[in-house]
C-alpha cells in the first residue's frame, strides 16, 4: 500500500463483541498528519494505559522515523506524554517498532537502525515521554551487526533490568543483550551478541524468555534447496547455544 494509512487500535470484550466505551465503539484511528503511519508494537501499562510503537514516513524520499503513542483507558490519546500523546524520536532508517514497559514504569522502543549498516537499537524514556539520556548514547543504545538488511522482531525483559533483541540477518538467527545502563553485555554470547546459522536464509519472527531464563528467537529459515522451514534456536542466559535444544540448539522443521 503506497497510499496514506493511519494507526488503528481495536479492543474487544472477553465474549469478542467491540469495546463500546473505547474510542469509537471499539475502534481508534489515529491520524498524525504525516504521509503513512503503522503501529507494530503494543504494551499495557499497570494503570490500564496503552502504549503502541511504530513508524511515519515524514517526506517523500521515503524517511522514517519512531513514534510513541499513549492512549487512556477510553482510547483517548493521553495528552500528557510527549506532545498531545505522542513521541517522534527523528531518528532515520528505522523499521520493526517494538515496545515494554519496565517494572519502573520507563518505556523501551526498540527495532531496526540501518544507517550505512544495521544496527540492533533501544531507547529509553521515563513516563512523560521524556528522553531518558543517562542510558546508551543521550538516550540511544545501538549494536553494530554489520551488514545492510536484517530485521530485529523481538524485545523482552530480564532480571536486573537487563534487555534482550532478537533478530537475524543473511542465515543468522541473533539475540543481542544491554544492561540496565544501555551498555553491551559483554558476558552475553559473543561480547553482547549470541548467533546461529539457520540455513541459507534467516526470517525471524519472535523472541521468547522462559522462566530459566533461557531464549528463543524463532521463525523461518529457507534452503539451499530454496524450501521455506520453521526455525528455532535455543540460546542458554549466558547466550550459549542450549546443546540441550533439538540438535546442537536448533530445531528445523520442514513444511
Known amino acids: 500500500n503506497n497510499g496514506p494509512s493511519d494507526i488503528l487500535l481495536l479492543r474487544y470484550l472477553e465474549n469478542g463483541s467491540p469495546d463500546s466505551i473505547f474510542g469509537n465503539n471499539g475502534v481508534v484511528v489515529s491520524n498524525l498528519g504525516n504521509l503513512k503511519e503503522s503501529a507494530t508494537g503494543l504494551a499495557l501499562q499497570p494503570d490500564g494505559d496503552i502504549v503502541i510503537a511504530g513508524i511515519q514516513k515524514v517526506n517523500e524520499d521515503g524517511d522514517y522515523q519512531y513514534i510513541l503513542g499513549r492512549y487512556l ?23 520493526d517498532s517494538l515496545v515494554a514497559i519496565q517494572p519502573n514504569g520507563e518505556i523501551l522502543l526498540a527495532g531496526r537502525h540501518a544507517v550505512g549498516t544495521l544496527s540492533y537499537g533501544v531507547a529509553r524514556y521515563d513516563g512523560n515521554g521524556d528522553l531518558d539520556l543517562a542510558f546508551g548514547d543521550n538516550g540511544l543504545a545501538l549494536m553494530d551487526m554489520g551488514g545492510t538488511d536484517g530485521s530485529v522482531p523481538g524485545l523482552v525483559l530480564q532480571g536486573e533490568g537487563k534487555i534482550v533483541l532478537g533478530g537475524g540477518s543473511d542465515d543468522v538467527f541473533a539475540a543481542v543483550r544491554f544492561d540496565s545502563s544501555g551498555v553491551i553485555d559483554a558476558a552475553f554470547g559473543n561480547a553482547g551478541v549470541a548467533t546461529s546459522s539457520v540455513g541459507f536464509l534467516a526470517f525471524p519472527n519472535e523472541l521468547l524468555y522462559s522462566t530459566d531464563g533461557k531464549l528463543k528467537v524463532a521463525g523461518s529459515a529457507l534452503s539451499p534447496e530454496f524450501d521455506l522451514d520453521i526455525a528455532v534456536v535455543g540460546f542458554n542466559p549466558d547466550g550459549s547455544l542450549d546443546e540441550g535444544f533439538g540438535e546442537g540448539g536448533l530445531v528445523i522443521t520442514d513444511l
Request: avoid cysteine; aromatic fraction near 14%.
Open 73 to 95: 483507558e477510553n482510547g483517548s490519546l493521553d495528552n500528557s506524554f510527549g506532545v498531545g500523546g505522542i513521541v517522534e524520536t527523528g531518528w532515520g532508517g528505522l523499521w
